[in-house]
C-alpha cells in the first residue's frame, strides 16, 4: 500500500513540475483563475476540444524564433472544425509569403514563395493544428491541485497535458505540453485571456518546439490575436481547396 501511494503521489509530482516548466517567463499577464470546484472528467475533455470556437477567422502577428533568426508577419486564419483551415502569411509590408489550405484530404499549398521550403509550410501546417485544431488524446485522467484542473491523456506512445482553470461557468486551458518517452516535443502557454462576445480566448499563445518531430532544431512561435470573429454558419468549401 505504502509503494503503491508513493508512487501515485510521484506521479502527480512530475505532471506538476513537466507543466510548470513548460510555462516559462514571458512579458505577458497569465491567466488568473478562480477557486477550483469539482468537474467531471468528461467536461474537462469537452472543455479542451472546444476551446476554440467550431468555425471563425482572425488576424495574427506571427513571431517566429529560430536561434539567432528572428521573422515576424501577418496572418489571416480562417478555421473550421473538424480539422480544416486557411492560413495567408503576409510580410509587414504586405506582400503574400504564403497560402496554406488544409481539409480532410490534406494539405493544399496554393501558394508560397520562393524562399519558403516544403518541411517549413509542413512545420505551419502542424503549428497551426497544434494550437487550434488538435482535439484530446489517450486516456484520460485528471485530478485538482490548487486553484488548477490538471488532464491527461495517455496513449501506448505519447501523453497529453493540459491544465485548465475555472472562471465563472467557464473552463480555460491555460497550458498544454505533448510528450513522448524521450521527453517533451512542445508546450503551449496561453496569456492575455479576453472575453469576445462571452467566448474567453487568449490574445497571446507561446508554441515552443524541441525540433524532435521534424528532426530540426528548438524553435518559438508566439501568436498575437489582433482580432477573432465567430461564424455562426459553416465555411464554403472551396475556402479549404486550391482552386482547379
Excluded at 175 to 186: A, F, I, K, P, V
Excluded at 219 to 242: D, H, Q, S, V
Aim: overall charge positive.
Amino acid at each position: 500500500m505504502f509503494r503503491r501511494c508513493t508512487k501515485i503521489v510521484a506521479s502527480l509530482a512530475l505532471v506538476t513540475l513537466s507543466l510548470a516548466a513548460c510555462a516559462q517567463s514571458e512579458p505577458y499577464r497569465r491567466l488568473e483563475p478562480g477557486p477550483a470546484t469539482e468537474v467531471p472528467l468528461t467536461r474537462l475533455v469537452e472543455a479542451y476540444n472546444t476551446r476554440w470556437p467550431a468555425q471563425f477567422k482572425s488576424s495574427q502577428t506571427v513571431t517566429l524564433d529560430f536561434g539567432p533568426v528572428t521573422r515576424t508577419f501577418s496572418a489571416l486564419l480562417i478555421v473550421q472544425q473538424p480539422g480544416c483551415f486557411r492560413l495567408q502569411g503576409m510580410t509587414e509590408q504586405g506582400l503574400k509569403i504564403f497560402d496554406l489550405a488544409r481539409d480532410g484530404a490534406g494539405d493544399h499549398v496554393i501558394f508560397k514563395g520562393d524562399d519558403m521550403g516544403d518541411q517549413a509550410v509542413a512545420q505551419i501546417s502542424r503549428d497551426i493544428q497544434r494550437v487550434f485544431l488538435d482535439g484530446f488524446i489517450g486516456v484520460p485522467s485528471a485530478s485538482t491541485r490548487g486553484s488548477f484542473h490538471w488532464l491527461e491523456g495517455n496513449t501506448p506512445s505519447l501523453t497529453l497535458r493540459a491544465k485548465l482553470a475555472a472562471q465563472g461557468q467557464n473552463l480555460l486551458v491555460d497550458c498544454t505540453e505533448l510528450r513522448d518517452e524521450s521527453g517533451r516535443l512542445y508546450a503551449l502557454d496561453s496569456y492575455e485571456w479576453t472575453d469576445a462576445g462571452g467566448f474567453h480566448h487568449p490574445q497571446v499563445i507561446v508554441l515552443r518546439d524541441s525540433g524532435r518531430q521534424s528532426g530540426s532544431y528548438p524553435y518559438k512561435l508566439t501568436l498575437k490575436i489582433n482580432e477573432l470573429a465567430k461564424r455562426a454558419a459553416p465555411w464554403p468549401e472551396k475556402t479549404f481547396r486550391p482552386k482547379d
